[in-house]
């Protein structure tokens, strides 16, 4: 299947600071990357690599946690050919403006019954170690969604608030809206509108950076999960100064270029495409 982003789409991304795609992976490839989670998350790595961030494991890991792993694709390869589409690349790039786009990294995301919320948060406030520190993402669920089901959630029009920092809690916060009604207070926002996608699974939604978005506790019967491609301008490269713990490990001595073999080129409007992909 192959995106194709109409009008009407690119006005509500503007307008919204997110849109809805439906149909943006086919069953069967939903059906694949559903089976790969128990693997993922149990450590039985396809490639014989970690993934980069890993916060659940089967006999260890506590019942109400959202379970989620960061740059899965480079342990599997249904996830990386899911990640590293070229019409994703294209989609996120032309919605952001930028020449092209690249793989920052991906997260794959389980959140079973019970477990509890993600807190609301703009992804560009995360993105500090990159020039320019700017993201766009294609959140793909592989399941359909539910607003009791801990879906993911927008606040419409919250890309053109100012960057906020990071939010003090990330990982299952009581009420994961705190940090960001701070911001609508401070962006003149008396009532933001909070819309919970409630989709069927192979739909996917595109996000801008800075639009505030979170989950909450699943209180549904049935699993939510999806699979996210964050991408980063073509262009992108690491902060001279600041650091990301995690990814500032893939730069080399010298200079600040970002090498494709850790974030590869997905789309570029002249026509370029990480050779590998
Ligand atoms: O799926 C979720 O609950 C949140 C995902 C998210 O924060 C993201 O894709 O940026």
């Not at 490839?29 to 659940?56: K, M, Y």
């Not at 990386?80 to 070229?86: L, N």
């Not at 995690?246 to 080399?252: A, D, G, L, Q, W």
Request: hydrophobic share 35%; proline share 6%; charged share 25%.
């Amino acid at each position: 299947m192959r995106i194709v982003l109409d009008t009407g789409k690119i006005e509500s991304f503007h307008r919204d600071g997110f849109v809805v795609v439906e149909d943006a992976l086919d069953a069967s490839t939903v059906a694949a990357a559903r089976s790969r989670f128990g693997h993922l998350f149990a450590g039985c790595f396809e490639t014989g690599i970690q993934p980069d961030e890993w916060n659940w494991r089967p006999e260890s890991g506590a019942r109400d946690v959202t379970r989620q792993i960061c740059n899965a694709w480079k342990s599997d390869s249904i996830i990386a050919a899911i990640v590293t589409r070229v019409d994703i690349g294209c989609a996120c790039a032309e919605l952001r403006g930028w020449h092209g786009a690249r793989l920052n990294q991906d997260n794959v995301i389980w959140k079973p019954p019970g477990a509890r919320s993600l807190g609301f948060h703009q992804d560009d406030s995360y993105q500090d170690w990159i020039v320019p520190g700017e993201m766009m993402t294609f959140w793909i669920t592989l399941d359909d969604t539910r607003a009791d089901q801990g879906t993911i959630e927008y606040v419409a029009g919250s890309h053109r608030w100012p960057l906020s920092p990071p939010i003090d809690q990330f990982h299952a916060p009581d009420d994961p809206t705190t940090d960001m009604r701070a911001a609508a207070g401070r962006a003149g926002e008396a009532r933001p509108e909070i819309v919970p996608i409630e989709v069927t699974a192979g739909s996917a939604v595109i996000h801008h950076g800075r639009t505030w978005h979170g989950s909450r506790d699943n209180r549904g019967k049935t699993p939510r999960r999806s699979v996210v491609a964050h991408c980063m301008s073509s262009a992108a490269h690491f902060h001279p100064v600041n650091v990301s713990p995690v990814y500032s490990r893939y730069r080399r001595y010298g200079t600040n270029d970002m090498d494709e073999s850790f974030f590869p080129v997905l789309w570029r409007q002249d026509g370029y495409r990480t050779p590998w992909l």
